[in-house]
């Protein structure tokens, strides 16, 4: 059993855990944080996508003992409080389109989303069909038509 | 509402002056009632000519099943001034709870998000009206859910006349608010207490025409989007039920294999935050404190198996086996000069997984059990948890928790009664999850086909047209079955004496062309796998061989494939929605080579949809890198058009129709298992390649068709058929060849197989060397 700590959507915290538990269950069965959705555990599903430190990442597939105290873990729940605003204007643009239809991976597509118009705009480009092809985020309800029109739409307002 | 058992018979809806029967229910807020199998107008009588589905199809089975129950489904108006409604149906993302919130604001006057509409838990006293399946839920449940919402509002109105002084026809209501002539007005709020019956009393009701609709038929956003755009919204797994702990099971290595003893029990119990290990049939359980933990106790697990139910079999035997039980083809006599076409097509395994694994909570005490799952057929569980755990039905509460997507998948209890099986053994309760790798490998499958079609033509019309469609075995001991055992006097003559799946094949199964003598014919064998229906039965791969057919005959002939079936198709709505995509997709617009178009159509659930798509198959498209993932060619546009009827919500419709072409083509191009050695090769999304968005559709359109009908027809299996013809059309004219297996890449094993023992992939550790 280690002590973890690392700041979770904007607040510390400290868990009592053993070092290589992944990430994913750390959120969901330990701190009860259930907005990362399971989908595979192995890094393909992508329905964990978070941030660290701004950056899209799966918890799936990062232990514990490698988060270290000063890294910023943001899953969906933390997300609208890093635009200061009540949603991020990517979860308004997927209101806006009504991408979900069960749900289940949209927290994920949303974080994968977010993190790739930043990487775009980091690089001074404009949002291109290649860069939404990258997206490796299933949805087995097939929305992936609206999420391409809903990212488009996020970018545009980020 | 003790009294409403004795309720007399009331008589029948009358559809011409729509009114009907429904209940105000005694109690100290208002509380309204109706009773589900008011149903459906009834179906006309069969003559011989037309296919059956045209007038009777698994629909009207499913509606008729509906009416010998007495089924009250209630409305409560709450002191807040909302509704609220417990559908007995299940919502995995078609959009049911949004579609039905909007019915009942329509007949109410109400705002749509002042209606909560959640799930009904197992209500036995149902019988066969608790099965989400077959896109049926609309079409059973939008009458009788109208019937108590007007009666609701007719209570209203009358409890409003006596506060405002005023008598009811010169109230108004309005967004939750009666007002009176001189301006007054009151909200249901609160009415809600006042216009409350005393005692449970029949009255009856007229419905809204449809001229006065503007709620039902506008576009409306889902009701539950916030919750799903901020992770609020719960999933099974999201559960938080006291001790339910993260359990999970270490399954066999082929197929339905069981175990036989565990030889590290007493290790693996060891092992950090495992605390449970049990033996149940379906193979090994074990509970942590965290999932990442079961999983490193399902790996460390050694077990001795005993063999599986397909040992040795492979694509390959299962596929002979399907061919020898071919019903023969017979040829009526047909004129000397004229030309016979044959083609066999086969449609190979597919996983019907939803993206939220197999999972259910379950606690199991000496006297009682309790079950939270995703199930479209709660009674039906509810029945076989108690068996498996021996408890009377009465004694086992089945709560229905919205699901993660179904796809046919949910219709089956698989997790809720092993979930069941694991905490009673284990006497504690449980949060079961499968693996990802367990559910291609070990779950449900589309079962493998073969459709064998001859046609014969002369002189440019097609005298005559005989399918053959051999299955393995599909399951349909979700209830459907039952319901067609104890429905039989009402089907069609002759349908009573087939089988469950030859019936089903015969309430479905529609070829919507004049192709003079029509037979098809369905034969089912092989039962040693887990099967079940994947958004759809048997309509996607037997639309897919007749709609290749359909091309092949129009080139014969020297027709244009719109043109061609245009001239052939029997139904007018069929016909619309194909000019219509034929329109709105430029039809012959020229390509270049290797880029073609498709188009096919599909009647089936009281409406018609056609599909156009654009297919991509040149070698720099075909072989675009993306790293493991499936590429090959790219669908770049896709119109659908669909005539459902009335429409209660065309924005959801349009999600459906979406949803409906990634399936198909998923189905087409990319999507399936190998069996080999007695086991599904596939264990990961990056191994059963589902579409993902390089290989989604550049330009999407759908077309919701203006209709005057006054009934729903279905939505949710709607869209795949057509789509997965009209991407198979569209890859044989861009290749000059016509595909005749499905998906047209499984000969091509994609990725490397990973290991049967232990039955799941570790965790990877180096995420944070790939974000982005
Ligand atoms: S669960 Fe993390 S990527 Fe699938
Ligand atoms: S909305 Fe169901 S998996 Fe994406």
Redesign the interface.
């Known amino acids: 059993?280690g002590q973890h700590t690392f700041i979770l959507n904007g607040s510390t915290v400290t868990v009592n855990?053993?070092d290589?538990?992944?990430?994913?269950?750390?959120l969901?069965?330990?701190l009860?944080i259930?907005?990362?959705?399971?989908?595979?555990?192995?890094?393909?599903?992508k329905?964990c996508t978070s941030h660290?430190n701004g950056?899209?990442?799966?918890?799936?597939?990062?232990?514990v003992k490698?988060i270290g105290p000063t890294d910023q873990v943001t899953?969906?729940?933390g997300l609208?409080a890093t635009v200061g605003a009540e949603?991020h204007p990517m979860?308004e643009a997927?209101?806006e389109n009504?991408?979900?239809?069960?749900?289940?991976?949209?927290?994920g597509q949303?974080m994968a989303a977010v993190?790739?118009v930043n990487?775009v705009h980091a690089a001074g480009r404009e949002l291109t069909?290649a860069d939404?092809?990258?997206?490796?985020?299933?949805?087995?309800?097939?929305?992936?038509?609206?999420?391409?029109t809903a990212i488009r739409a996020g970018a545009e307002a980020m | 509402m003790t009294d409403l058992e004795s309720r007399p018979p009331f008589a029948r809806a009358n559809l011409r002056r729509r009114t009907f029967v429904g209940y105000l229910l005694g109690g100290a807020t208002l509380a309204v009632a109706a009773d589900l199998s008011l149903g459906n107008p009834a179906y006309a009588a069969v003559p011989s000519l037309p296919q059956i589905p045209e007038l009777y199809d698994l629909g009207d089975l499913q509606t008729d099943a509906a009416r010998p129950t007495a089924n009250l489904i209630r409305i409560v108006i709450n002191t807040d001034g909302t509704a609220s409604f417990e559908l007995p149906r299940m919502e995995?993302?078609?959009?049911i709870t949004t579609s039905t919130a909007m019915i009942i604001a329509e007949e109410l006057d109400l705002p749509v998000d002042k209606v909560h509409v959640s799930l009904a838990p197992a209500r036995p006293e149902l019988m066969f009206n608790q099965l989400t399946g077959g896109s049926n839920t609309t079409v059973s449940t939008y009458t009788p859910i109208r019937v108590a919402a007007a009666i609701a509002r007719n209570a209203l109105l009358g409890a409003a006349a006596i506060e405002l002084g005023s008598i009811v026809a010169l109230l108004t209501s309005k967004e939750g608010v009666i007002t009176g002539p001189t301006g007054a007005s009151v909200s249901y709020a609160d009415l809600a207490t006042k216009a409350a019956s005393p005692t449970t009393q029949a009255v009856s009701v007229t419905l809204a025409p449809r001229s006065s609709f503007t709620v039902i038929g506008t576009p409306q956003?889902?009701v539950?989007?916030?919750?799903?755009?901020?992770?609020?919204?719960?999933?099974t797994?999201?559960l938080?039920i006291p001790g339910a702990l993260?359990t999970m099971v270490c399954r066999p290595p082929t197929l339905n294999g069981s175990p036989r003893s565990i030889s590290n029990r007493a290790q693996v119990l060891a092992m950090?935050?495992v605390t449970h290990v049990e033996a149940v049939d379906t193979g090994v359980a074990v509970r942590a404190?965290?999932?990442?933990?079961c999983?490193d106790a399902v790996r460390a697990l050694v077990v001795v198996w005993n063999p599986g139910s397909v040992e040795g079999e492979s694509d390959a035997t299962v596929l002979a086996k399907l061919r020898a039980a071919e019903i023969p083809l017979a040829v009526p006599p047909i004129p000397l000069l004229a030309q016979t076409v044959e083609a066999e097509f086969t449609f190979m395994f597919r996983s019907s997984?939803?993206?939220?694994?197999n999972c259910a909570v379950a606690d199991v005490r000496a006297d009682h059990a309790t079950v939270w799952a995703g199930l479209k057929a709660p009674i039906v569980a509810q029945t076989e948890i108690a068996a498996a755990v021996g408890l009377p039905v009465e004694k086992v509460t089945v709560n229905v928790v919205?699901?993660?997507?179904?796809?046919g998948h949910k219709l089956f209890n698989d997790a809720a009664v092993e979930a069941a099986k694991i905490s009673q053994k284990m006497g504690v309760p449980v949060k079961l999850?499968w693996?990802?790798a367990d559910e291609p490998r070990q779950g449900r499958v589309h079962p493998m086909a073969t459709s064998r079609i001859r046609a014969t033509v002369l002189l440019g019309q097609v005298l005559t047209f005989e399918q053959r469609h051999t299955s393995v075995s599909t399951d349909f001991g979700h209830g459907l079955g039952e319901m067609i055992s104890h429905n039989l006097d009402k089907l069609p003559t002759g349908l009573g004496n087939l089988g469950f799946a030859e019936t089903i094949f015969t309430l479905t199964q529609e070829l919507p062309y004049d192709f003079g003598v029509v037979t098809q014919l369905l034969n089912e064998c092989d039962m040693r796998f887990n099967t079940g229906s994947m958004r759809n039965i048997y309509s996607p791969d037997v639309a897919c061989a007749n709609e290749l057919m359909v091309d092949r005959l129009a080139a014969l002939t020297g027709q244009d494939p719109v043109a061609f079936r245009l001239a052939f198709l029997k139904n007018s709505r069929v016909k619309d929605v194909l000019r219509k995509v034929a329109a709105v997709g430029q039809w012959g617009r020229s390509m270049p080579a290797g880029m073609a178009q498709g188009v096919a159509v599909h009647s089936e659930y009281k409406g018609a949809t056609a599909v156009l798509v654009e297919i991509d198959c040149r070698p720099a498209t075909v072989n675009r890198p993306?790293v493991?993932?499936v590429t090959g060619p790219r669908v770049t546009k896709a119109v659908i058009a669909v005539d459902a009827g009335l429409v209660i919500n065309p924005?959801g419709l349009e999600?459906q129709m979406?949803?409906?072409?990634?399936?198909g083509i998923a189905l087409a191009l990319t999507s399936s298992l190998h069996l080999r050695d007695g086991h599904f090769l596939e264990a990961?999304?990056?191994n059963y390649f589902?579409?993902?968005?390089?290989n989604?559709?550049?330009d999407?359109q759908c077309i919701v068709m203006p209709s005057t009908s006054e009934q729903p027809g279905g939505a949710g299996e709607a869209g795949v058929a057509a789509s997965v013809s009209a991407v198979a059309c569209a890859y044989a004219r861009a290749t000059g060849t016509m595909p005749t297996r499905f998906p047209i890449n499984h000969d091509q094993l994609s990725f490397t197989v990973k290991p049967f023992v232990p039955p799941?992939?570790e965790?990877?550790?180096?995420?944070?060397s790939?974000?982005?």
């Open positions: 059993m855990v053993d290589d538990v992944r990430l994913l269950w750390v969901r069965d330990v009860g259930t907005g990362p959705k399971y989908g595979c555990g192995i890094n393909v599903c329905a660290i950056k899209a990442f799966n918890p799936c597939s990062v232990q490698d899953t969906i729940e609208p949603l979860q997927w209101l009504d991408v979900a239809q069960c749900g289940y991976c949209q927290p949303i993190a790739k990487q069909d939404l092809d990258e997206i490796r985020n299933i949805c087995r309800c097939g929305t992936y038509s609206r999420i391409r | 995995v993302g078609q959009g956003n889902r539950d989007a916030l919750a799903a755009v901020t992770g609020r919204k719960t999933f797994l999201d938080e993260p950090p935050g404190a965290t999932f990442g933990q999983i997984a939803a993206l939220e694994p919205t699901g993660g997507g179904s796809f999850m693996h990802r993306i493991n993932g924005r999600a979406m949803g409906g072409v990634s399936d990961s999304w990056d589902y579409t993902r968005e390089w989604a559709p550049l999407f799941i992939p965790s990877p550790t180096d995420g944070l790939h974000t982005f």
